[in-house]
């Protein structure tokens, strides 16, 4: 049974289609997988009734005839996207044990092709951070070593795929939230256009920047799953109306003549020696494949750090304004009078990294200082946007480290907030530009803790981006590589 534990997507759907499994032996598989490592504490809620009666329906549609490809495959949604029947959350104590009366868009689009749900996942409260030190729930331990951080926002997703306790997992983007994560725990993760997946039932954070994206094993998993999680949705006033396609179309094009831009300004100082050799040995696996590798220039990336930290609190302030204890959520329990109640109940709520947001965003959207921070940080980010457009005239792709080093320990950046943006260095630029972009495994530095190669592509190019990975995850096996002991 371990072998069905360690099986993909696609996979997965193969033996469901062949009879070889079920949907119900394979929930109650994973669910037993769950329990037996809670000492990741990745899941915040796991409610075995709904899932096993999830599967069931799923095996009964499968008995009339349906032939699905994702029709009784497990998943695990982050919390931040709203469901009926777990709690959500956001890993907040503003949210604890909130049921929502409707279903998050992606989560439904997933659930009508028939994808099993086994719960939700651990997060960076509000999806604020890049190590999941911040829920409310407690850290979320990196499978390859415990005393490492998973990444974040999305720790609980990518521990979970890296674990092998799910095959793929939702997860949210908005600086880096997938990327990063993905490459701290060795698995692939892939964040589509902006507007692309729907953001109505995603708790909000920064609504120019959030995007739903995948943590999965494999760059064709991730496709096979796009194809249903991604479309229009008429609820969300940001959801591009793009034709549906199949986002597998490119998986077997092969790279050569394909141009790979390598921005010089990711390889420079900062970017620690070990990540660098792994980096720089995917890219020479390209070039055997016939790619070719052409340097390029993203000349404002390195100003995409203090751009995302004045626009992206500046929305979560706006975003965050709604949780104050008036229709929803926690509500202190002794206050003097409706201003008092707002001011207690937000201060009993929200942990450190929101409250820290909060305030920078108040600020600097305050008179006097919108136009000198907020303006200006939007006319940068314009900037490095034209830089990603002009680089894509010269190549086909961009190729380049995800994170300066493989993950850090607990704590090792708590007392430096700055030093914890500065992770999201190379992953900023695509999420200001809205392009699609991923992590693919590609090796391992320091205590053999993996690295992570991250892709960008044009907009609304996911598909040719899936094939140049899925090109590279042929050639190597980085992505077969599980954590001793899962």
Same mark, same amino acid.
């Given at each position: 049974?371990s072998?069905l534990?360690?099986a !993909?997507?696609?996979e997965?759907g193969?033996?469901l289609?062949?009879?070889?499994?079920s949907?119900i032996?394979?929930?109650?598989?994973l669910l037993?997988? +769950?329990?037996?490592?809670?000492e990741?504490?990745a899941?915040l =809620? +796991?409610?075995p009734?709904?899932t096993?009666?999830q599967?069931?329906?799923?095996?009964e549609?499968?008995?009339r005839g349906?032939?699905g490809?994702?029709?009784g495959v497990?998943?695990a949604h982050?919390d931040?996207?709203?469901?009926?029947?777990?709690?959500s959350?956001a890993?907040?104590k503003?949210?604890q044990g909130?049921?929502?009366?409707?279903d998050?868009?992606v989560?439904?689009n997933?659930?009508r092709a028939g994808m099993?749900c086994?719960?939700k996942?651990?997060c960076d409260?509000?999806a604020?951070?890049?190590s999941?030190e %911040? #829920?409310?729930?407690?850290? +979320?331990?990196?499978?390859? =070593?415990?005393?490492?951080v998973?990444g974040? #926002?999305s720790?609980? *997703?990518?521990a979970t795929?890296a674990a092998r306790?799910?095959?793929?997992a939702?997860a949210?983007?908005t600086?880096? &939230?997938i990327?990063?994560?993905?490459a701290?725990t060795?698995i692939?993760?892939?964040?589509?256009?902006y507007?692309? /997946?729907?953001?109505?039932?995603m708790i909000a954070?920064? *609504? *120019?920047? =959030?995007t739903? !994206?995948?943590?999965?094993q494999?760059?064709e998993d991730?496709?096979?799953v796009? %194809?249903e999680m991604?479309?229009f949705?008429?609820k969300?006033s940001?959801s591009?109306?793009t034709?549906r396609?199949?986002?597998?179309?490119?998986l077997?094009?092969?790279v050569?003549g394909?141009k790979?831009?390598?921005?010089?300004?990711?390889?420079?100082e900062?970017?620690q020696?070990?990540v660098?050799?792994? $980096?720089r040995?995917a890219?020479?696996e390209?070039?055997k494949?016939?790619?070719?590798?052409v340097d390029?220039?993203?000349?404002?990336?390195?100003?995409?750090?203090? +751009?995302y930290y004045?626009?992206?609190?500046?929305?979560?302030s706006?975003n965050l304004?709604?949780?104050?204890g008036v229709r929803?959520?926690?509500?202190?329990?002794?206050y003097?009078d409706?201003?008092?109640m707002?001011?207690? #109940?937000? &201060?009993e709520?929200?942990?450190?990294e929101p409250?820290?947001r909060?305030?920078? !965003?108040?600020?600097?959207?305050?008179h006097?200082y919108?136009?000198?921070y907020?303006?200006?940080?939007?006319?940068?980010r314009r900037?490095?946007?034209d830089d990603i457009?002009?680089?894509f005239?010269?190549?086909?792709?961009?190729?380049?480290p995800?994170?300066?080093s493989v993950?850090?320990?607990f704590?090792?950046k708590?007392?430096?907030p700055v030093a914890?943006?500065l992770?999201?260095?190379?992953?900023?630029p695509?999420s200001?530009a809205g392009?699609?972009?991923m992590s693919?495994?590609?090796g391992? !530095?320091?205590r053999?803790?993996p690295v992570g190669?991250?892709l960008?592509?044009n907009h609304?190019?996911e598909?040719?981006m899936?094939?140049v990975?899925?090109?590279?995850?042929q050639?190597?096996?980085?992505?077969?590589? $599980? /954590?001793?002991g899962?």
């Amino acid at each position: 049974m371990s072998e069905l534990a360690h099986a !993909g997507v696609a996979e997965l759907g193969r033996l469901l289609r062949q009879k070889k499994v079920s949907a119900i032996e394979l929930a109650k598989l994973l669910l037993d997988r +769950v329990e037996q490592h809670r000492e990741l504490n990745a899941f915040l =809620d +796991v409610r075995p009734e709904v899932t096993l009666a999830q599967a069931k329906a799923a095996d009964e549609r499968r008995a009339r005839g349906e032939d699905g490809a994702l029709l009784g495959v497990p998943i695990a949604h982050k919390d931040i996207f709203v469901t009926r029947d777990w709690a959500s959350t956001a890993s907040s104590k503003i949210l604890q044990g909130y049921m929502s009366p409707f279903d998050a868009t992606v989560v439904d689009n997933l659930a009508r092709a028939g994808m099993v749900c086994l719960g939700k996942l651990n997060c960076d409260e509000f999806a604020m951070g890049s190590s999941n030190e %911040n #829920s409310a729930y407690g850290n +979320v331990l990196n499978p390859w =070593d415990q005393g490492a951080v998973p990444g974040g #926002s999305s720790g609980g *997703s990518s521990a979970t795929v890296a674990a092998r306790l799910a095959p793929v997992a939702t997860a949210t983007d908005t600086g880096g &939230s997938i990327r990063e994560p993905a490459a701290f725990t060795g698995i692939t993760g892939t964040k589509p256009t902006y507007g692309r /997946p729907s953001r109505w039932g995603m708790i909000a954070f920064a *609504s *120019s920047l =959030d995007t739903a !994206g995948l943590m999965t094993q494999t760059a064709e998993d991730c496709a096979l799953v796009f %194809n249903e999680m991604l479309g229009f949705d008429p609820k969300d006033s940001t959801s591009l109306e793009t034709p549906r396609e199949d986002f597998t179309r490119h998986l077997a094009d092969p790279v050569k003549g394909l141009k790979i831009g390598v921005p010089k300004e990711f390889f420079g100082e900062g970017l620690q020696p070990d990540v660098e050799r792994a $980096v720089r040995a995917a890219l020479a696996e390209y070039e055997k494949l016939g790619a070719q590798l052409v340097d390029i220039s993203l000349p404002n990336a390195e100003l995409g750090i203090p +751009v995302y930290y004045v626009v992206a609190p500046a929305e979560a302030s706006s975003n965050l304004a709604r949780f104050d204890g008036v229709r929803y959520g926690h509500r202190a329990a002794r206050y003097d009078d409706l201003i008092d109640m707002m001011k207690k #109940s937000r &201060s009993e709520g929200f942990g450190p990294e929101p409250k820290r947001r909060i305030l920078i !965003g108040t600020y600097v959207l305050s008179h006097g200082y919108y136009d000198a921070y907020f303006i200006k940080a939007m006319q940068v980010r314009r900037l490095i946007a034209d830089d990603i457009q002009r680089a894509f005239t010269q190549c086909d792709v961009i190729a380049g480290p995800v994170t300066t080093s493989v993950a850090f320990g607990f704590g090792e950046k708590t007392t430096d907030p700055v030093a914890m943006y500065l992770a999201d260095l190379y992953t900023v630029p695509g999420s200001l530009a809205g392009v699609p972009s991923m992590s693919l495994p590609c090796g391992f !530095g320091e205590r053999g803790r993996p690295v992570g190669l991250q892709l960008m592509a044009n907009h609304l190019q996911e598909a040719k981006m899936l094939g140049v990975a899925h090109q590279y995850q042929q050639a190597t096996d980085w992505h077969r590589r $599980v /954590p001793e002991g899962f």
